[in-house]
């Protein structure tokens, strides 16, 4: 029989930093472990809209690393511990979902409340891995969480890229510095670190806690330096001059539209476009509506065309034009007809675009449509006519838009659709393009190069450094982001973390960015990811006016000309590759115990 070792013996954990495992101490009760689920939950809400005590962001993962190191041999039951006080932070934070999904959102609720149980049940089986022995442990939980947290935005379910550990971060540049080096994800890995940093030294004071968090500083400023060294005077020309139109259709109205509130809404749009137009006594660059804010139906020239040729009329139901009927095309061909006369800068409109459009008779003067794709996209109107150009949103919203993995199967989908949320229709197709609209800006004849991600895709990174960068070469001097947030009814802090998000794709890829916002929150951010004007209150409509500088020379970050989204793969990557390792090494052993016939005795 071998001779036991008294610093580490049967079933503990070996020390991470060389000393007695049992130095660590015991494992934690149940009521310690509920208790680090709810300080991290607290943490994180803090952190966040509506309170917006961003520096605790820093400390928000010191809790999940404290119950890894202390969770013992009964990980699962550990992790189980931790994510139970956060399903109600998550129905405290997500509960705008339930205006859209009632059976859904606690569903939704539930399934984000399972990440910090996750890493504190996968980090605890890694910190008793032998091939990790010498890894620090709270390297090892950082790291843990930063791949699940880039698997959680990424893929799962379609990805949710909201409520990163580091978002909260963007309000001190000296921090948010280093996501034009590593991103989003990077920066969130580095917030990650500091909390882990402070979570294991509370738990294993013996060892040397400063080392760490002077060695995290260091790293984190470097990057902040390397990424540049902030925001430095404005250059003074060219600006392109922006005329934002925020409507405050609810999107409760906007899902069954009426033929009549259809076009009073149309009216009120034209008239915020007008009052935008001639603010300030100089007409703006250009005009921005709002996601699918157009009520007239498809947009685009071909459908246009097949509506006219079929002679589909709308049929008012109430009100003092009750029964009168309207030619379908009308709202478009007025639209044409003010920004060519009244208007006279190009728009952009977010509207539905229907391909192959073609109706079938029925019986009773009725027609059935029909259609080969429905997409959700944004329309240049320039000289009294609609532009054949046109950019489709490429990545469709989870559950709002399309049914993650459901969406091969119609049926299927349709199926889910109509028990978690009856009455939606979830029929749009993805774009294929990644459209660059060219601007005249300011009486020098220069011109501005727009891209613009819609509503959700404004907070996907790989998203929105496709659109701005061709490889090295950016190709994009302003983002447009046009979005319908009206979803989010009265609950403005999902509008403020939407805000914070999009934020975020500023300083990654050195670029401002306009905010077209239904029930807003609209807003001018520069490529820092400060806001420099806000537009009108959330829940009304109303216009904004601004210049916005286009820096004379298109200056690529290194994030989005070479690393993009390196640091989230890479935390992924090794994350996978730890499990494996312990799972390899725990094999061995096991075939090791069994060959050895001390091993019985």
Known sequence: MRASDPNNPPGAAPDREGGDPRRCGRPASARALLSCGLLHGALTALSIAPFGLWPLALLALAPLAWAADRAGPRRTRAGLLVSTPMLGVWLWEQRWVADVTAPGYPLFALYLSIYPGLCVALSAWLLGARPLRRTPAWLIVATTWSGLEFARGEWVLGGYAWYLTGHPLIEWPALAGAGRVVGAYGVSALAACVGAACGSALSRPHGRPLVSLAAIAAAWLGLSALGGLGPGPRDPAPALRVGVVQTSVPQDNKNGWSVERRISDFRRFLELSRAAAANAGERPDVVIWPETMYPGGPLNPDAIEALDRAGIVWRIESGELANERIPA????????????????????????????????????????????????????????????????????????EVIPLAWRWPAVQRWIVGLGAPGMDLDLRPGELDTVFTIPAGPAGASARLVTPICSEATNPWRCRALAYAGAIRRADVLVNLSNDGWFGRVNAGREHHLLAARWRCVELGIPMVRAVNTGLSAVIDPWGRIVRSGPEPNTDGVMVVDVPIPSVAAATIYGARVGDATGWASFGLTVAGLVMTICSGRAATRDNTSDPGSLS
């Open 329 to 400: 095309t009308q709202l478009a061909t007025l639209l044409r007809q003010v920004q060519a006369s009244d208007v006279v800068a190009p728009m952009l409109v977010g509207a539905t675009a229907l391909e192959g459009l073609a109706f079938e008779p029925l019986d009773g003067g009725r027609v059935r449509e029909r259609n080969t794709a429905r997409r959700n996209s944004v329309f240049l109107l320039r000289d009294g006519r609609i532009e054949t150009e046109r950019y489709d949103k490429r990545v469709l919203t989870p559950m709002g």
